[in-house]
């Protein structure tokens, strides 16, 4: 499968995400640029998820129906075309970092989907349910992984 490019201007792969992006900052989602989109992409998806938190995996942001044409994200914008949907705090949008005070630093995957066709999904997916909705009609993806800890 092609491979998206995933970057951002904040952080690099596997460092840590500054204070202004985690919730008990700014809660500014972090800017994102990316390339190699497969021309046949019909949409592209955002998510940001929390695979160590302490009650399953915490969806941060969810993002469907991005323009394939985009090559990135400004901080705290939402991509061009996309719709944000409800994450794990309950809010729609960016919900940044929060892990436990005191956990290990956590990981924060952004994961970038092209797909063939249009995502569907509820107001307030589960990072699983987003899996399960992109696996089928994933043409190419990216990710970048950021950490932090309180």
Same mark, same amino acid.
């Given at each position: 499968?092609a491979?998206? !490019?995933l970057?951002?201007?904040a ?5 840590f995400?500054?204070?202004?992006y985690a919730? %008990?900052? &700014? ?8 390339s190699?989109?497969?021309?046949e ?7 940001? %998820?929390?695979p ?12 469907v129906?991005? &323009?394939p ?8 914008q939402c ?10 705090y ?5 919900g940044g970092?929060?892990?436990p005070?005191g956990?290990e ?7 970038? +989907?092209?797909l063939? !066709?249009?995502?569907v ?7 699983d349910q987003?899996?399960?909705?992109v &696996? ?11 950490? +932090?800890?309180r």
């Amino acid at each position: 499968m092609a491979g998206i !490019e995933l970057s951002s201007s904040a952080f690099n792969d596997h460092t840590f995400v500054a204070r202004r992006y985690a919730y %008990e900052g &700014d809660n500014v989602s972090p800017p994102l640029t990316w390339s190699g989109v497969p021309d046949e992409a019909a949409e592209l998806v955002l998510l940001c %998820e929390d695979p160590d938190a302490p009650s399953g995996t915490f969806a941060h942001w969810i993002v469907v129906g991005i &323009d394939p044409r985009g090559d990135g994200v400004a901080a705290g914008q939402c991509p061009t075309g996309g719709t944000e949907l409800v994450n794990g705090y309950g809010e729609r949008g960016w919900g940044g970092p929060q892990p436990p005070p005191g956990d290990e630093a956590h990981r924060y995957f952004f994961r970038l +989907y092209a797909l063939r !066709e249009p995502c569907v999904l509820p107001d307030a997916p589960t990072a699983d349910q987003v899996h399960q909705a992109v &696996d089928e009609q994933q043409l190419a993806s990216g990710t970048l992984v950021g950490l +932090y800890q309180r």
